[in-house]
């Protein structure tokens, strides 16, 4: 049994409600340090740090409806489409947050949720997804709560959850740079929730910009969940974790500085070093596609034609995130119609750039 952490345990709740629906939009994130490996109930093996998108988002509207009988009654429609593939996963993170959400056997829950970007195709919709319902779930809290939460113990609760739901959700609460994994050098960091990365941000990080090039909009071979379980017993795994854990500490006076040199470096690192460890898990397997490896080269080539400094960097996937500040949009966005597009699916790529988090509908 996993401890119960007693303050997101809520008070007995003061208020009865029938049925209704809230509705809330969150968005993707990048990570720049990137989460990969954790234990217990969904704990982090290393501290990570990512940009909240603002484009890349899931929207869901929650429909609730008072029931009797015990148990978890739930369906999910993506777009309008009956999707019962998503229900285990709900009813997973339903069983380990039912100590912080004690009504949720007592509803009859019907999910409407809908993506910007394709479904499954590493651009963490399970961040975006899971964080959105993790806000409408709090949001029915709410008002089955008359004390109801502050906005901090709110957003704080939120985070908790969507951990709870996918690790990498609980950084999609927050916008701007947001940390999750407890850092002795980051003043308010922990593993059960994300918080706003509460040190100085250089201007050119406020708007920085993300384009996902879609080299692969299909499922994944290896889920980021299995890939995660691959780190126990992994021949790296603890030097992964403190690279993770010193790339956080390097990354201050980065994000403080504005130093884009030292930035492309860590961050192109980070995602190289992410899909290292999928090439040396046992078994091993590869994420990434030819044309991955074509864009990446190509941004390398780009930058040292032109001294932008743009970058990419990997998730659990084969679609590259091309990083940029946004005062070099134009000759980067030639750079995507010219050479990069021939290497994406169907020429398929979403212009995004650093988002304020989570919207209530
Ligand atoms: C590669 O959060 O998708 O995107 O906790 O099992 O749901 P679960 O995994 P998930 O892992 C994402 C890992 C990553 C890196 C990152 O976002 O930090």
Redesign the pocket.
Known sequence: MSALHQEFVPKPYTNSVESGSVAWKSPS???L????G?HGQ?LPKNT?I?FTLDHCATSTRLEFQSKQDQGFDITVLLDGKAQPDFVPKIEKFFTIAMPYLPFLEDYSFTVHTSNSFPHSS?I?S??SG?SALALCLLDLEAQLNGNGLSEEGFKKKASFLA?L???????SIDGGLVV?GEHQEIAGSSDLFAVPYPEAVHEVFHDFCDTVLLVDTGEKIV???V??GLMHGHPFAEQRFDQANNNMQAIKPILASGDLDAFITLVESEALS?HAMMLTSSPYFILMKPATLAIINKIWSFRKETGIPACFT????ANVHLLYPAQHKQQVRDLIENELKAHCKEGAFIHDQVGQGALRL
Do not use: C, E, F, P
């Open positions: 994130n990048i990570a340090v990137k989460y990969w954790k969904q990570s990512s590493g963490a399970s961040a899971m951990r739901g996918s690790g990498s959700a609980a950084r999750w889920s980021s969940t890939g995660h992410l990997l998730d659990a996937g």
